[in-house]
Structures are given as C-alpha cells and as structure tokens.
C-alpha cells in the first residue's frame, strides 16, 4: 500500500481543484493507496467531502508564518507514518519544510521559490504547456518526465443527504421552492465583485418568478450583502452565518447559482449545480469553473483582464457594464424551468 502525504492548498477554490489529483492517483495506483492531506483546519469541510482522501491533518501556522519549531515537531510527528511520498501543491519554501522535516523518501513540486533540497522530486513548470491549475496539480500525480493524463475529470464534491437536512434545519430554511443561490463577494478585491445593485435587480427577478434567493458568503462579505437586502427585500443572507460545511451542504440544493471568481464559484461547479461565473478583472483561462453546467459571463473589456484587486482607472467597467439581464440570460439558457411562470392552485367557487 502507497501512502502519500499532499501539502494542500490553502484556498478554497485552489483546494477544490486539487480533487483530480486525488482522484488520478488512485487511478494510477489501482486504489491501492492512502491519500493524507496536510491543511489549515478549515479546509476540513472541503476534504471530508472528496471521497478519495482518507485523513485531513491540520497545519497549525498561521498564513505566511514561517513557525520553523512548529513544523520540525509537526514533520518527526509525521515521520512516524512512515508515508512514501509526500507532493507538494503550494510552491512556497515553508511549504516543503514539513515534508523534509519529516524524511518522506520522496518529495514532489514544482520548483517554485528555489526549493533545491528541500524537494528532490522538483520539476520545473512550462506554463505555456500548463495554463490552467488543475493541469498543474494533475501533472504532479505522474512520474517526473510524464505528460499528464487527459482528460482530467472535472473537481467533484460528494455530499450527504443528512447533512443537507440538518444544515436546513438549523438555518430554519426549506427547500419546497426553487433555490438561486448568490455569492457576492469575492475576497481579492472588489474588481471581482459584481455590484451589488445588479445582483439585487435579478434577485428580484427571481423572486417574482416563485423562487427563493439565498445569499451565502463569510463575514467579509457583510457589506455588499446587507446592500442587496436592502435593494431586494425577501432575500435570505447567510452570509457570515452558516459554517463552511454548512454553505457547502446548502448550496448543493439550489437550482441554480450565480457566483465572482471565487471559491465558492469552485464549490459549486464541484457540487455539479448549474452555475453562471462573473469575471470582471480576472480571466478564465487560468482558473476557470470546471463544469459542464457552468457558463462564463465577461464583458472582455480593453482594460480586462487587469488581475488588480480595485480598479486602477477608476470605472470598472468590466462589471459595473455587465447588467443583470446578461446573467438572466445565461441563466435561462441554462436552467429554463427556474422561468417558467408559478403554478397558482385556484380552489373552485363552490356552487350555490
């Protein structure tokens, strides 16, 4: 039995596509291996829900800490499970410092910055070969020298249907009616974020159409959410209110979403919900959503793709442009039935 250690992603749309990964060494290895993920403890809700990993591991440092005691315990702790190759996805040198502490006979990446010794399995990316992060994660699954293995299935997320039940049931929702769900944030930058008065005109498009509208996001995203609310009374924000097992385990019973480039576009593309993906400074081609029930909605303005987290010039057109009836549009294209007007049950006038 192969037991590999991988250095996860810290990210929540990063750790979503490295699920192929997963699921192509246990191709490779006909099952027979044991998949550990060493992450932030967060990251829990993610990893439970890939059926290919069998333990996650918390990584107790805080971000861009380098906490070099910490990781030596961590690593002759780890040394004890004797795994036989640990691959690195995060090409930080502190990410390859537990690996080495440890004496994994065999650590992979890409090289990144400089990370000679610490990895002897390094390989060196051709991005041009490469564009996309789910390829780059897929190719550290073969042997050094190995094109990776097309095609690479999209990013899946398994969930349980007690779990949906009692999330419901703690937030006191129902799922009777048509759920959309929205996520307006988008942690980078507000260059992500479609504004909010956009996504409040096609909540209420929803909404006069018999569907529900939920918000999800983390605390961050208090401000554009209580935005919407306002412009959209009847909208249910979760935001900042449900666990990230819970928002996953919800999401997955909406009929349809509409997300930014975020991580919780990932999550839902990975739930296999029909999905609409508003790119304003960021572009698709690296990180895209990765299913066929996704559709991408970007306005490829002069200025687009800037990768800037607040508009350098000042207009944002890249989305402050991008009006609600192109996400209506996408959204009808792919789930017709959420505009199918409501059935209204009329009791008959009882005769005299």
Known sequence: MKRILIVAPAWVGDAVMAQPLYQRLHDRYADNVVIDVLAPAWTRPLHARMAEIDEA?????????????????????????????????????????????????????????????????????????????????????????????????????????????????????????????????????????????????????????????????????????????????????????????????????????????SGLMHVAAALGRPLVAVYGSSSPKFTPPLSHKARIVTLNVECSPCFQRTCPLGHMKCLNDLGPDQVESALRELVPALFEPPVIDIAPIPSA
């Open 57 to 261: 591991i918390d990584a107790p440092f805080g971000h861009g800490q380098l906490a070099l005691l910490a990781r030596w315990k961590l690593g002759r702790q780890l040394a004890r499970r004797k795994y036989d190759q640990a691959i690195l996805l995060p090409n930080s040198l502190k990410s390859a410092l537990v690996p080495y502490f440890a004496g994994i006979p065999v650590r992979t990446g890409w090289l990144g910055e400089s990370r000679y010794g610490l990895l002897n399995d390094w390989r060196k990316l051709d991005k041009a070969a490469l564009p996309r992060m789910v390829e780059r994660f897929s190719a550290l699954a073969e042997r050094a020298g190995k094109p990776v293995v097309h095609p690479i299935p999209n990013p899946r997320l398994e969930v349980d249907d007690s779990a949906c039940r009692a999330a419901l049931a703690a937030l006191g929702l129902d799922a009777d009616r048509p759920i959309l769900a929205l996520c307006p944030g988008a942690e980078y930058g507000p260059a992500k974020r479609w504004p909010a008065r956009h996504a409040a005109a096609l909540a209420r498009t929803m909404m006069a159409l018999g569907a529900q509208v939920w918000l999800f996001g983390s605390t961050k995203d208090r401000e554009i959410c209580d935005e919407i609310v306002a412009l959209a009374p009847g909208v249910v924000d979760l935001a900042g209110k449900t666990t990230l097992a819970q928002a996953i385990d919800l999401m997955s019973l909406a009929s349809a979403v509409v997300c930014n480039d």
